[in-house]
């Protein structure tokens, strides 16, 4: 009994227009309506939440103003002292962060022979990886292809995408997946070992893998326990501060920082791989969030300030279906698996506003069209407009259990809260979930960077300017793996880097105050602060 | 604050603090000033980080819950529990089988289970742990994969285990065993990744990526939708 007197008056409505909503869908825009609800109410449009970058290689691109903030601004270590030739580390592969693309990046680069460090902030796969629910794209169906998921990944992408990038994740997708499942991952199957595959938002063939809706979290424990067992060293709770330099300008290590005993420790690698996730804990726009605690951009901070090109980085991706009541759930993500099932958004009046499986971009958009120009949002008590996604319809489509059997991290997460999702439908809003640029890569994961990796959401470039679900979880594992071979690869072709430096931090630190920004400013910010007081 | 939320008194480590009352604990433990390292990582009920015991002001009961999926309460004394020690062991998957005698080298105390079902209370998942550990004794590791795929692996239940059992691990060593061996690997899978790895796909994807933006376009948009 979440739900206020007021909401459930306004849930009949809901209730009446279901019978004549079954069977009967809503169509699809043309590409003319896409273009234009996109560009008059997508956030990635409106110019006030940008700025140009001031500093650094990519002087002048568009960043998003909280982005562009922690981007201009100076190193923790500034006025720091530091002996960088006593290393506390010393190995061939230095892999900075504990999702998804890290872990598989690890375990590739430990097949090849090499000597692994994987450093993260929080425990190893407290991790956007583990929150992610809906699926995992590849085209391993007979009327699927390689080619047909191309075309699904750029037109998503808004032909933006570079090509060696799309192809790789696409010609890889069948081979992360049957990596996958030998390393026994639980996928969702038939008797007959096929697995199930369903549709997400923007996709032409039915080939979303999934692990009922914990998809991430079954591949990350499993590409975690993996790593403990081939007794990859993991260190928890001490992110990477600052990328190190040698001699010659290419990467060759980091600082470490433990956050527990707030030392620091010195790690000289020959290769660096940068994984550390997202950003939506910096709240672009004022929007809540549904990435994890340390998605606070920390690798694209480190990886700019060393010279490392970026790619769309203000691009940034709203997930149209973000918990908005009960307040505890607010910007939590209700995952595209929902309307993947049948269910469908609504507005106040109960009615559809928007076809259900839209990219995420458009469906986004119209949600915020329907609440803020036409005002047909639900109004609720905490004071912002949300619309209906009618859930209970899944069980009308597919029959009584769909929801308990499908959708079990959903349905709990609400029950906890007093809403029964199979009986009741959900109040959604969009949600700040991804970010679709970001450090310009190639298809061996290279950074503009000698040495420098760079795989997992911080990277851009492969999903042009809007990811389609489940190809993120994909492009996670296609470039950590292909990081990892090449980044093992390289290390045992040369010498360890001599003369480590941060020299590279100076230079920024002097533009910095050429531009005139304070030095009050820092970053990377590692864990961002909520409290009250 | 806004107008109409009521405050709760709650006690972290013993300490009160007065937050409002439609706040979860982790949010709550924020609000009175503490900027979380440990025990927070998604915030959203699915990576276990944020185990928590409490007692309410005047009541007998231990409970216990995740600090972001657990609403604050009047009288609520708390403390998180950021670590607690687990054994894990190390296994090569290609060279175990899905049989209770290789899972009694791995993890021989799971066979000494002593039935008092404190792991299935204390479950914050609400996942019949003592059952799940039951189906790995007898090697039904498919009924035990299936009943323990939600654990978040908060390690509450081996908080609580007499028989010093580590649940979370023994239940996610009988998933891997259970998608390994027992559940038939995808024929259609196999079958595309023969065909990839033999470049029966390269020459078109070669022309895709030539393709210009305008014929891409009207590829997209003549697609067939399944
Ligand atoms: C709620 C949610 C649902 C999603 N659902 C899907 C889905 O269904 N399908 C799909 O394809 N994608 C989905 N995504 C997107 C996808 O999960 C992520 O984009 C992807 O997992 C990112 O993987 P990653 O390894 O790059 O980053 P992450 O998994 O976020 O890992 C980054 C790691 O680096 C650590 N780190 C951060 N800073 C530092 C530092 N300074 N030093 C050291 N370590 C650091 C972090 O703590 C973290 O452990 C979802 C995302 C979210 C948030
Ligand atoms: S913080 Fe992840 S489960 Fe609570």
């Known amino acids: 009994m979440a739900y206020t007197p007021q909401l459930r008056e306004l849930m009949k409505k809901v209730e009446e227009t279901r019978p004549s909503r079954v069977g009967n869908p809503f169509p699809r825009m043309t590409p003319e309506e896409r273009q234009e609800v996109l560009k008059k109410f997508h956030p990635d449009y409106n110019e006030e939440g940008f700025r140009e970058i001031r500093v650094g290689v990519d002087k002048g691109k568009r960043m998003p103003t909280e982005m562009a903030d922690v981007i201009e601004a100076y190193s923790r270590l500034k006025g720091v002292a530091l002996d960088l030739n006593t290393f506390d580390y010393d190995v061939d592969v230095l892999i900075i962060g504990g999702g998804g693309a890290g872990a598989s990046a690890a375990l590739e680069a430990q097949a090849a022979g090499a000597e692994v460090l994987l450093v993260t902030k929080l425990r190893f796969g407290d991790a956007n990886t583990m929150m992610a629910q809906g699926g995992i794209q590849a085209a391993d169906k007979p009327n699927d292809s390689p080619g047909i998921h191309y075309l699904d990944v750029v037109g998503g992408g808004r032909f933006e995408n570079i090509p060696e990038l799309a192809r790789a994740l696409v010609m890889d997708a069948p081979l992360v997946i049957a990596w996958l499942e030998k390393l026994g991952t639980m996928f969702d199957k038939k008797e007959d070992g096929t697995m199930i595959t369903i549709h997400g938002g923007g996709t032409s063939r039915k080939r979303m893998h999934a692990a009922r809706d914990y998809t991430g979290a079954e591949i990350m424990r499993t590409l975690r326990d993996e790593a403990y067992n081939r007794g990859i060293k993991v260190i928890e709770f001490c992110p990477a501060v600052e990328l190190l330099l040698d001699k010659q300008g290419r990467a060759a290590g980091a600082v470490l920082y433990n956050l527990e005993t707030e030392q620091y420790y010195i790690a000289r690698a020959k290769t660096v791989i940068i994984a550390t996730g997202g950003s939506g804990r910096l709240h672009y726009r004022g929007f809540p969030t549904s990435n994890h605690y340390g998605a606070t951009a920390d690798g694209l901070v480190m990886g700019y300030r060393a010279g490392a090109k970026t790619i769309y980085a203000d691009s940034i991706q709203y997930h149209p279906t973000g918990g908005a009541y009960p307040p505890q759930l607010l910007g939590l993500l209700v995952t595209e698996k929902t309307r993947g099932l049948g269910a469908t958004p609504l507005n106040v009046k109960g009615e559809q506003f928007v076809y259900h499986l839209e990219t995420r971009d458009v469906e986004s958009s119209a949600i915020i069209r329907e609440c803020k120009e036409r005002k047909l949002g639900v109004p609720l008590p905490t004071g912002i407009d949300a619309v209906w996604l009618d859930s209970p319809l899944i069980e009308q489509i597919h029959g009584e259990g769909t929801i308990e059997r499908q959708l079990p991290a959903m349905l709990r997460q609400f029950a906890r809260f007093g809403v029964d999702i199979r009986k009741e439908p959900m109040l959604i809003y969009p949600t700040l979930h991804y970010q679709n640029g970001g450090l310009l890569i190639n298809e061996n994961g290279q950074s503009t960077i000698e040495n420098l990796y760079v795989a997992g959401e911080t990277a851009g470039g492969i999903h042009g300017t809007n990811r389609l679900m489940g190809n993120s979880l994909l492009d996670i594992l296609v470039f950590g793996r292909r990081a990892g071979r090449h980044a093992a690869a390289k290390s045992k072709e040369m010498a360890a880097p001599e003369g480590l430096n941060l020299d590279h931090l100076e230079q920024y630190h002097r533009e910095l105050d050429q531009a005139g920004i304070g030095a009050e400013r820092v970053s990377p910010m590692l864990l961002p602060r909520y409290t009250h007081r | ?226």
Do not use: W
């Open chain 2, 1 to 226: 604050m806004r107008d109409g939320i009521g405050t709760v008194d709650i006690y972290v480590m013993g300490k009160q603090y007065r937050v409002p009352e439609t706040l979860t604990i982790l949010e709550a433990m924020e609000y009175a000033g503490y900027q979380m390292k440990r025990g927070c990582g998604c915030r959203a009920g699915f990576c276990g980080a944020c185990a928590t015991v409490y007692r309410i002001a005047g009541d007998f009961e231990l409970k216990v819950g995740l600090a972001c999926q657990t609403k604050v309460e009047q009288g609520m004394y708390l403390a998180q529990i950021p670590f607690f020690p687990g054994r894990k062991a190390i296994f090569n998957l290609e060279e175990i089988k899905p049989s209770v005698a290789d899972f009694a080298q791995l993890y021989p105390e799971v066979f000494r289970c002593l039935g008092c079902s404190s792991c299935t209370k204390v479950c914050p998942q609400d996942i019949d742990v003592m059952q799940y550990i039951a189906y790995i004794q007898r090697g039904d590791f498919a009924k035990a994969a299936d009943l323990s795929f939600d654990c978040l692996m908060c390690g509450l239940c081996v908080s609580r285990c007499p028989a010093h059992i580590v649940h979370y691990n023994a239940a996610l060593t009988s998933r891997r065993l259970y998608s390994r061996y027992l559940a038939k690997p995808d024929a259609f899978l196999a079958e595309r990744v023969r065909e990839i790895e033999n470049g029966a796909f390269d020459a078109e994807l070669q022309e895709l990526m030539e393709s210009s933006r305008e014929r891409l376009q009207e590829l997209y948009n003549s697609r067939e939708i399944e």
